[in-house]
């Protein structure tokens, strides 16, 4: 399996903006199509933006269309969410997983492996 570890969470203010950085290590990262998920307290866990193999393809949550933003740098091995007019309830641990050889989903029990998650807590 891939190994993933997210970075880049934080406290902001409504309104602010945040990047997201998932760096991934131990497969061919190009291999994989990668999400964004996240999870607030008490909730279950929910996706939030997906991006294919070549970074060709993105999907969105309704809730974040418009603000957020997801793509990936392949010679990297990164993945990115940036996070434009945040809201209080865009509160959560942000996620991101893997799934190898398939298409961009944003479907988590599709997905193969994920990192430890970063928070990200906006406030009003």
């Known amino acids: 399996q891939v190994q993933l570890v997210e970075s880049g969470g934080g406290l902001v203010q409504a309104g602010g903006s945040l990047r997201l950085s998932c760096a991934a290590s131990g497969r061919t990262f190009s291999n994989y199509a990668m999400g964004w998920f996240r999870q607030a307290p008490g909730k279950e866990r929910e996706s939030v933006a997906a991006?294919?193999?070549?970074?060709?393809?993105?999907l969105y949550a309704d809730s974040v269309k418009g603000r957020f933003t997801i793509s990936r740098d392949n010679a990297k091995n990164t993945v990115y969410l940036q996070m434009n007019s945040l809201k209080p309830e865009d509160t959560a641990v942000y996620y991101c997983a893997a799934r190898p050889f398939g298409l961009a989903t944003l479907q988590r029990q599709l997905y193969e492996s994920w990192g430890q998650g970063t928070q990200v807590t906006v406030s009003s």
């Open positions: 991006i294919s193999r070549s970074g060709s393809n993105t």
